[in-house]
């Protein structure tokens, strides 16, 4: 313990970091736990697009899609995202939507406001598309 003490006190910035870290991973491990949007592993994922006819949303840069997608995958431009214009989504409010992205970090942000505009059923595959072509599950170009 007396050593502890000593480190914190010969590296008081260090210390700080680390403290800091631990409390963001406290932070995030249970907003995570709490927060209604759910994230998928892709075997979730195909079983929601088999057995609930899920939507899938691909929300990354239209050049992206084009090189590769989820088959039957949904497409927003960033312009729509960055607006909430989800009218063309609007018969598919009580549908699981699963929304995708790159690597399932902005995936979230759509999701959340999914939620807000009144969609029941939202989640994020976690991972991202990066998780589904490591997986070797298949995409249409």
Known sequence: MQQFVEFIGNHPILATIWVVLFL??????INSKLSPIKE?????????????????????????????????AKTLTQEQINKADFKSLEKYKSTPIVVV???????????????KDGFS???????????WNAEGLPVKK
């Open 40 to 72: 998928l592993g892709t075997h979730a994922v195909t079983l929601l697009m088999n057995r609930s006819d899920a939507i899938i949303l691909d929300i990354r840069q239209q050049a992206d899609f084009k090189k590769g997608h989820i088959l039957g």
């Open 24 to 29: 963001w991973l406290i932070y995030s491990t």
């Open 121 to 131: 059923q939202v989640s994020v595959l976690k991972g991202g598309m990066n998780t």
């Open 101 to 115: 992205c790159a690597m399932g970090v902005s995936a979230r942000r759509t999701a959340s406001q999914l939620l």
